[in-house]
C-alpha cells in the first residue's frame, strides 16, 4: 500500500466515495490508513475503553459493520445492547445500559 501519511485519508473523502457515507456521519480524526479493519478496530478499542469505565448507560453511532462486535463488546462489558438504523446503511445508534444485579436471598 502506498499511502503518503503526510496528507491522512479520511472517512469523509475516500472511504465515502466508495460507500456513499452521509458527510454529517465522519471521522473526527482523519486516519493514514482507511482500511475497514484498522478504523473499525480503532473505534472498538475507544468502546472498549468507555464501558470499562462503567458508565451507567452510554450512546453513541458507530459503524453497523461493528454491529456483532459492539453486541459481544456489551456483553463483556456487563451491559445491556439496544441497536439501531440511523437511516445511512453504514452507521448505526446505539445505547449501552449497565446491567443491575438482583441479590436473591
Known amino acids: 500500500m502506498d499511502t ?3 496528507e491522512p485519508v479520511s472517512l469523509s473523502s475516500e472511504r465515502a466515495k466508495r460507500d456513499g457515507t452521509a458527510a454529517e456521519f465522519r471521522q473526527f480524526i482523519a486516519f493514514p490508513d482507511d482500511r475497514d479493519g484498522f478504523v473499525e478496530g480503532y473505534e472498538m478499542g475507544c468502546l472498549f475503553a468507555r464501558l470499562d469505565a462503567k458508565p451507567e448507560q452510554w450512546s453513541g453511532t458507530y459503524h453497523a459493520g461493528n454491529a456483532e462486535m459492539i453486541r459481544r463488546t456489551a456483553a463483556a462489558c456487563g451491559y ?7 437511516g445511512d446503511a453504514a452507521w448505526v445508534f446505539v445505547t449501552f445500559t449497565r446491567r443491575t444485579l438482583e441479590v436473591v436471598r
Open 80 to 86: 445491556e445492547v439496544e441497536i439501531e438504523s440511523s
Open 4 to 6: 503518503d501519511v503526510s
